[in-house]
């Protein structure tokens, strides 16, 4: 018990002293909203609907878990909206839960593709419960930091740019502008510290035959006081059904992806993170997510024309 104690501790400590590293989402081309506010489908009339889970670092005492529900509607040809909520938590012991809403302009640039501006409100509520702490009696002294829970909600808005084409996507935002403190301890050692995270995404749609297309994507996250993290991705889509890939986080994973289209509407995706750099035993994280699509639609709309699938 001691030994499980001392884990999560360790993980927990961690967790608070970089806590400035938002959710990291492996599959985060399929739903875009959730680090760029002017991400756009142009699919007016439609509704996207999605569900993504993450559960990271199985095995390790304590690894977190994160849900993520969004809705994504274009109202017409220029304004889209979406609504999306976040629960992340470490071991039902720390937990954060996110709602926000976020408004996008589009710009129609003719030939050129599309450009849009978009902001995103919204509270995160901030929250611990360290009675849940399983411990054998007389293993540990108290420590006064964990003493008292905490309950806190903070306000927070965000920004971002985004340009598409049919074959080609660029954006940059930064999802949380305001800077929040969820938790400081008695003696200040420990501090949880929302930073802003400036994100630069990108990818291209290559088609090699009217059967197979390949699909490469970056994502660099940066934010002050940590690493930049980078993601690169290489997938296949094959016949618009099947779509598979690998990826890797600069020193961090290499991932392995697979997603069908079960439906004209509806799609279901998996990835696996295998972790390169890890001091805890893990058998790696592992993401899931399921779309689905409700509205009107033509040969030129839903899955084949939505950026979220470049």
Do not use: C
Not at 69 to 88: C, M, P, Q, R, W
Not at 102 to 123: M, P, R, T, V
């Amino acid at each position: 018990m001691r030994k499980f104690f001392l884990q999560f501790i360790s993980l927990l400590t961690v967790t608070i002293m970089w806590s400035q590293q938002e959710v990291q989402y492996t599959q985060y081309m399929y739903n875009m909203s959730v680090i760029n506010p002017a991400y756009t489908t142009g699919n007016t009339g439609a509704y996207n609907l999605g569900i993504l889970y993450r559960t990271q670092w199985v095995g390790a005492v304590g690894g977190p878990k994160s849900s993520n529900l969004f809705a994504h509607k274009s109202i017409n040809d220029k304004i889209e909206v979406g609504l999306t909520y976040i629960n992340d938590n470490i071991d039902h012991i720390v937990k954060e839960n996110n709602l926000f809403a976020d408004f996008a302009y589009k710009l129609n640039l003719e030939q050129h593709g599309h450009l849009s501006f978009g902001l995103k409100a919204g509270f995160s509520f901030f929250n611990t419960d360290f009675t849940r702490f399983d411990l054998e009696s007389g293993d540990y002294t108290t420590d006064p930091n964990f003493a008292e829970n905490i309950n806190q909600a903070n306000f927070n808005i965000g920004a971002g740019l985004y340009y598409n084409t049919n074959k080609f996507y660029i954006g940059l935002s930064v999802p949380y502008i305001l800077k929040s403190k969820y938790f400081i301890s008695e003696d200040r050692r420990f501090q949880n510290i929302q930073k802003p995270h400036f994100y630069l995404s990108s990818g291209y749609v290559y088609k090699f035959s009217n059967e197979f297309k390949f699909k490469p994507a970056i994502l660099l996250k940066g934010v002050n006081g940590a690493p930049l993290s980078l993601d690169l991705t290489a997938n296949i889509l094959y016949q618009n059904r099947l779509e598979f890939g690998l990826g890797y986080r600069l020193e961090d994973a290499v991932i392995g992806m697979i997603n069908f289209r079960i439906t004209s509407k509806l799609r279901l995706g998996y990835a696996y993170d295998y972790a390169l750099n890890w001091n805890v035993v893990s058998s790696g994280s592992h993401e899931f997510f399921l779309l689905y699509n409700i509205g009107k639609y033509n040969s030129t709309q839903g899955f084949d024309k939505s950026p979220r699938f470049f």
